[in-house]
T-cell receptor
Framework: GEDVEQSLFLSVREGDSSVINCTYT??????LYWYKQEPGAGLQLLTY?????DMKQDQRLTVLLNKKDKHLSLRIADTQTGDSAIYFC??????????FGTGTRLQVFP | EAQVTQNPRYLITVTGKKLTVTCSQN?????MSWYRQDPGLGLRQIYY???????DKGDVPEGYKVSRKEKRNFPLILESPSPNQTSLYFC???????????????FGPGTRLTVT
């Protein structure tokens, strides 16, 4: 099937690192994405990784891809209260289709 | 400003009363899509359109219709809404990709629909 799975909740203290995990199903997916949804808003693309890469770093964000295990993770360093949101991973499919995970709600407390 | 707009943002209606949610993008994107977001299920694709007059079913098309008469607009139509269509709906658009390249999807702000 086309299931992309994530844990539903993550709670971290401000200043700590957050790691959000995702498992996907299709090893042929070309791109894997992380989207952020803030309260009352649509989704915004946070970062993405091409399937031939193992890691991508973008300021406080680090994406790790383990193709063998079909596991994707997003690490946020020095997590801030403004990072509180729902994070979705998504895998690309032909015809521009995206398959989204269930979303992980990140709560950052002081 | 490049954006995807949806109207209305909030809608409460009754079972069986036809409604339309509009979606418009100003980025000249070929690809447009509708999703619904439900707790614990993430986003599921309802319908998508690769270009004008080209539409196709997504994963959960039952009870919905779409049209793509102009490039910028992609309305979602519920002919006879039912309570199980109570959800948060998102429209998205992007450039059309290839087998080697996909492009960022831009999302609208969402429409929260309640059907009683």
């Amino acid at each position: 099937g086309e299931d992309v799975e994530q844990s539903l909740f993550l709670s971290v203290r401000e200043g700590d690192s957050s790691v959000i995990n995702c498992t996907y199903t299709d090893s042929s997916s070309t791109y894997l994405y992380w989207y952020k949804q803030e309260p009352g808003a649509g989704l915004q693309l946070l970062t993405y990784i091409f399937s031939n890469m193992d890691m991508k770093q973008d300021q406080r964000l680090t994406v790790l891809l383990n193709k063998k295990d079909k596991h994707l993770s997003l690490r946020i360093a020095d997590t801030q209260t403004g990072d509180s949101a729902i994070y979705f991973c998504a895998e690309s499919k032909p015809a521009d289709k995206l398959i989204f995970g269930t979303g992980t709600r990140l709560q950052v407390f002081p | 400003e490049a954006q995807v707009t949806q109207n209305p943002r909030y809608l409460i209606t009754v079972t069986g009363k036809k409604l339309t949610v509009t979606c418009s993008q100003n980025m000249n994107h070929e690809y447009m899509s509708w999703y619904r977001q439900d707790p614990g299920l993430g986003l599921r694709q309802i319908y998508y359109s690769m270009n004008v007059e080209v539409t196709d079913k997504g994963d959960v098309p039952e009870g919905y219709k779409v049209s793509r008469k102009e490039k910028r607009n992609f309305p979602l139509i519920l002919e006879s809404p039912s309570p199980n269509q109570t959800s948060l709906y998102f429209c998205a658009s992007s450039r059309s990709g290839t087998s080697e390249m996909t492009y960022e999807q831009y999302f609208g702000p969402g429409t929260r629909l309640t059907v009683t």
